[in-house]
């Protein structure tokens, strides 16, 4: 839940306007209004492949919030929806890249979630868990290499992800270094299959920041604002020279992993329907309606909002074309592709 | 080859190496170097020595040890304008980093349509005759030719060395630039001076000749043309063929060469199976068939994990000039 | 935790008897000599390379003494030369290894140093850094798996190592399954010419095992006595089924990184003179003496049978044969070795 004073009632706002509030509520109604629309796709049979983020809506967004657009630098991994939408991706550039349309970013390429825009800030990354981390510890390198203050790069990835060779080879070199780097963990207890007990020891990820010589801390993902202000302190120190650090935020997969997995194989209905007690998006919309920032006129409103853009973004997307079958062969190196030159 | 000039200077491959980097450092502030002891050791075949005191420890990166975050690092400062050469110490610690290299650098560009690039290059050494054993002696180019995305590179000369470096460095996609270490010190050679590139997908013609075609890259390619010379002895006309770049590769100089020599033998230090000559052997039976008088013949490595450091090992997985001689003799004979 | 400060009072010796304290003095002076030997055949042009390892005597023989022979598995890395021979490896061994024969267990196809015994459980390793982790992991898996009681592994090291993926990964999984092993970081400082500053932002790599929920531990690397009660008590929980621990022994490496490296290039002597007061061989001599387990007549009647041992060893190796050229395609499969059947 929000940071509420118990005492006073009042919202513990972290220096948020009520149309950043506003705006970030818009932000989680409008990932989980597209993630919907992605599996509708997919139960359609339009789209193959579907992926979703349903209980990071809050993380998402309060941390896009914290992103200084047209200056960081963002490293999302592929339940990022809410993420790359906070820092300016449109519902027409998801749609695109569900649909695999040739003016997608990246061509229809790539799997869908796998944004990439040069104008936002946001690297191109595979499916490869923990590939992206160096990436943007090179890319943090690279802005403190220029001496460009208040610029920071923005990593994110799950718990799994925290196991991997590269997550750990990505925290050491940044914190030896102290580039203006932040590790965004947005540990939602799932990994696939693997439950945070079969993954890590210590359940508490955050912990490991000391042993990197790094500052670390754990926030409440379903709370947007904490979010905010966590992220926001950890760029702000990322930004003015302060070197990285470790943020984590806790969460929940409501959904599989994707719409090739069954989740009831490996957890049951009433575990994810006792979290969904937890779920962001409602929980958000009491907190702003309780404090009056919005109405529930208002909530409908945005909704129907939220939901007109985005069935606009599916139809002039649908309509557009796939990519040729000879753009298989363009942009392999800047110039001829055939391996044997003649 | 290297012409002779009073413009040019004699030195070994390692010197080649090291006078590109230097030059690339100095004329371009967004180079940086990224590997193990590069540093103060100054790169533990010394090609980076005092680099670090001239260029700085910003542009002269020691890393810890993690050869997926060395290339995977200089990924992202590619991706973000820099201009990085990574060093992989030694080939046979590539292999962590695969997944950076096949799966990431040379995917980057396409996969975002060209709106991300990856312009990053990563320099190893390779090869054995050195003692190295299993850990300091492999050839990795048959693991990575096969990608598309990447370019690879493996010249056997100075000359070759500081054209091909300087193009790799130039290029805005990433290149494998492998060094053969037992050339480092023992091949000199004139070096032009000034900045010059070679374009990659050039062969090279060491030598002509009419009976036979030998190609060749990497240390052999010097076995293979002092073993030719000495055929020209007995009246055998070996042409010698420096294949310089493997991805991509000139197929008109194989071709035009076939062509003539109507026998095709390829030698390389790497295993056999499933090595570069299996390409080569591929393409010219596709397209030039008809123009063999003999079967295309490959004397390569052994199909054995590595090379041993006890040296009867070493010297059975190594092809010798001698070993050579016998085989061109036999095929020119067929 | 320095045993020369309880010099005074007498000194902890966890439990050792005269006779263990002077087999572990012995086994740091065969691994000197030995190492020694090894640099000498380089420089006499016999051999074509040798590593270091002066500065770890104390924490591998420390170890060694802990190690449960015929039960416990050593998964260690290339310096562990001293290691190898606390666990049982003969000079003999060692020098088959240094001059490539083919009676040596790799049949002379290893780097020196790579030792390997299946009988003494010293599993084969290679010279690529961490990639021995995850098989150690594998193998306190098999033991745990198969209910093995009283069998643990010990793995070892460097601080380099501790920044490759692979050791993170390694840790990660036997703290999630609570496997029977102790991994070993003998932080030298050095990684080659990288200095720990530049491996690593905070010094102390026993300070990461809270993040994976192992319990960690920190030693004086050039104490084998505090070595030997620390990485014992560490090899004991394994055993007994309590999980895994992160030992970290602080030691330093005296030596350029083998014979083809040169310190000068990247340290001062006066840093390595600084540190030669530590030195754990005279150091742990000086110890023995003093509280009369060995004479200095003992002391110096140790070191010849040492270096008798080790020149015979030296000898006996020398005259054995190099392995065929045949043998380059031997034990590649089971069976066969060409990939076209």
Known sequence: ?342 | MAVVSADSTVMNNVEAVRATLYEALKNDDRTVIIGEDVGARGNVFLITKDFVAEFGEHRVIDTPIAEASIVGIAIGMAMEGLRPIAEIQFADFIYPSFNQIVGEAAKTRYRSNGEYTCPLVIRTPYGGGVRGALSHSVSVEALFYHVPGLKIVAPSFPADVKGLLNTAIDDPDPVLFLEHKKTYRLIKGEVPNGHYTIPFGKANVLKEGTQLTVVSYGLYVHWAVEAARALQDDGLSVEVIDLRSIRPMDKTTILNSVEKTRKLLIIHEDNKFGGIGAEISAMVAEEALFHLDAPIRRLCGPDVPAMGYALPLEEEFMSSPAEMADAMREMVKF | MSTRKSELLGFERHGLTDEQLIAIFRTMLMQRTLENRGFQLNRQGKIPFASASEGHEGVQAGAAMAFARGKDILVPYYRDLGLALGIGLTPYEVLLSLFARAADHSAGRQFPHHYASRRLGLQTISSVIAAQLPHAVGAAYAIKFRGEEGRAVLTTFGDGATSEGEWHESLNFAAVHRLPIVFLCENNEWAISTPLALQMAQPDVHKRASGYGLPGAVVNGMDPIACYAVIGEALRRARSGDGPTLVEAKCYRFLSHTTDDDDRTYRSRDEVTARRKDDPVPCFERLLVEHAILTPEGAEALKRSVLEEANDATDRAETMAYPAAGDLYARVHADGWEPWL
């Open chain 1, 1 to 342: 839940m929000a940071s509420t004073d118990i005492a006073t009632g009042t919202l513990e706002r972290h220096g948020l306007s009520d149309d950043q509030l506003r705006a970030i509520f818009r932000n989680m109604l409008l990932q989980r209004q597209l993630d919907n629309r992605g599996f509708q796709l997919n139960r359609q049979g339009k789209v193959p492949f579907a992926l979703g983020s349903e209980g990071h809506e809050a993380l998402q967004a309060g941390a896009a919030m914290a992103f200084n657009r047209g200056l960081d630098v963002l490293a999302p991994y592929y339940r990022d929806l809410g993420l790359c939408l906070g820092i300016g991706l449109s519902p027409y550039e998801i749609l695109l890249s569900i649909f695999a349309r040739a003016s997608d970013h990246n061509g229809g390429r790539q799997f869908p979630n796998h944004y990439s825009s040069k104008a936002a800030g946001l690297m191109s990354f595979s499916s490869i868990l923990a590939a992206h981390l160096p990436h943007a510890v090179g890319a943090a390198y690279a802005i403190k290499y220029r001496g460009e203050t208040g610029r920071a790069v923005l990593a994110t990835c799950g718990d799994g992800t925290t196991s991997e060779g590269e997550w750990h080879e990505s925290m050491n070199f940044a914190s030896i270094h102290k580039l203006p780097f932040v590790m965004l963990v947005e540990n939602n207890e799932w990994a696939i299959s693997t439950p945070l007990a079969k993954q890590m020891a210590e359940p508490q990820i955050w912990k490991r920041a000391a042993g990197y010589g790094m500052p670390g801390r754990r926030f409440n993902g379903f709370d947007p604002i904490e979010t905010y202000a966590a992220v926001k302190e950890a760029m702000d120190r990322a930004r003015s020279g302060g070197g990285p650090t470790l943020v984590e935020g806790t969460c929940y997969r409501y959904l599989a992993h994707s719409t090739d997995d069954n989740d009831m194989t490996y957890r049951t209905r009433e575990m994810v329907a006792e979290r969904r007690k937890q779920d962001p998006v409602p929980a958000f919309e009491a907190v702003l309606i309780e404090h009056g920032i919005v109405t529930a006129g208002d909530v409908a409103a945005m909704r129907k909002s939220v939901l007109d853009e985005t069935n606009e973004a599916t139809d002039t997307a649908e309509m557009q074309p796939y990519p040729q079958p000879s753009d298989l062969y363009t942009n392999i190196y800047e110039g001829a592709w055939q391996p044997w030159q003649s």
